[in-house]
């Protein structure tokens, strides 16, 4: 079953972004894409030795999380070693800068709230690891916790969930990202998020469900992108399901 709302890696260009070497984008959820206004969500591969230039973005948030590889990140006065099952989290206007260690490419699905787009405005680029402004901002910058307590989601019925990128966990002003686990016969109850746009990525099972009263299936490595405002409901499909659940708004206030 086809559905506009279902996107495949193997349907979309890679291209190579600014900032960055030894680095293929795909734009996996955007503005020409699905329409997205308030997000947009990147898989990226990028070779040993290769990764981000010190840079930041003044006015989006951005998260990683690694599928495949290891690398290091590092912000003002942190450095860390990521691995598959890992996220990071950049917050506006804090630099940062990445490089893979693996022999194996890293594989990592990006986030920004609001959409990036390459916008050239939307970065400012250090001038190397000892810039001073690489160095500020050491108060804005979080590490994302592991050991998160898991949480009631409205809607979502017979599932652990576990808030990994919000405000209370890592401040954050436009991103709420929750690591789902479905049971088998685990359900998401309809319903419509005002003002607010969703990607759900499946980590492994499927799902059956329906979006504005269109059903759609996924299965793992797909990504399911819902519009502001309008109605999503699915359950898991004979087995256990893991979800990645993003979701994109206004700053809060």
Not at 187 to 201: G, I, R, S, T, Y
């Amino acid at each position: 079953m086809t559905s506009p709302f279902v996107l495949r890696a193997a349907d979309v260009a890679a291209y190579s972004p600014a900032n960055h070497t030894g680095t293929a984008n795909q734009r996996i959820i955007g503005k020409e894409t699905v329409g997205a206004r308030r997000v947009e969500v990147l898989l990226g591969t990028i070779s040993r030795g290769h990764g981000a230039l010190p840079h930041a973005h003044p006015n989006l948030e951005q998260a990683g999380y690694l599928l495949a590889g290891e690398g290091v990140s590092e912000l003002p006065g942190k450095r860390r070693s990521l691995r598959a099952g890992d996220w990071s989290f950049n917050a506006a206007g804090v630099f940062h800068r990445f490089e893979v260690v693996s022999d194996e490419p890293v594989q990592v699905m990006v986030v920004y709230a609001p959409p990036y787009s390459e916008n050239p405005n939307a970065a400012v680029v250090a001038d190397g690891m000892d810039d001073p402004r690489f160095r500020a901002g050491a108060i804005e910058a979080r590490d994302v916790p592991v050991d998160a307590s898991p949480i009631d989601l409205p809607h979502y019925q017979r599932a652990q969930v576990r808030p990994v990128i919000s405000r209370q966990t890592v401040d954050s002003r436009f991103l709420d990202i929750y690591m789902v686990e479905l049971a088998a016969d685990g359900c998401v109850a309809p319903h419509a998020l005002p003002d607010v746009e969703q990607v759900l990525f499946v980590r492994c099972g499927a799902i059956d469900g329906q979006i504005d009263g269109q059903p759609f299936q996924a299965i793992a490595g797909e990504w399911i992108f819902v519009p502001e405002n309008k109605e999503l409901s699915l359950e898991a499909v004979r087995t256990p399901c893991a979800l990645v659940v993003i979701r994109a708004h206004d700053a809060a206030t």
